[in-house]
C-alpha cells in the first residue's frame, strides 16, 4: 500500500475585522453633524453628517477632514457636534433572578 505523503492541508483561520481591530486600538466609531454655510447662499446653513472610526477625546482623523474642508471646499464650517460610542454609550441591565421566597 503505497504511503501519502502530501502535506495535510489546514484550514484557514479566520480573518479578524479590521474594525475589531481599530477597535482594540483605542478607535470607536465617531459621528459628526457639520454645519456648513452654502457658498452661494451665506445665510443658508447646510447639514453634512460625517461617520468613522476615531480616537476621543483629540479626534484625529475628524480633524484630518475638518483640515481637508477648509483646505479645499468652499463653503465655511458654522458648528462641529460631535459624539462618539466611547464617550457615550448605552448602561447594561442585568435583570436578577430571584433565589427564593420566605413567608
Known sequence: ???????????????????????????????????????????????????????APHFPVLQRFLSFWQRSLEGRLHMVRVTSSRLLRPCEVAVAQPVGLLH
Open 1 to 55: 500500500m503505497p504511503i501519502d505523503l502530501k502535506p495535510a492541508v489546514r484550514p484557514a483561520a479566520p480573518a479578524v475585522d479590521a474594525d475589531f481591530l481599530r477597535m482594540i486600538e483605542g478607535y470607536s466609531l465617531t459621528t459628526a453633524e457639520i454645519l456648513y454655510r452654502m457658498p452661494d447662499h451665506p445665510l443658508l446653513l447646510q447639514s453634512y453628517i460625517w461617520q468613522d472610526y476615531d480616537q
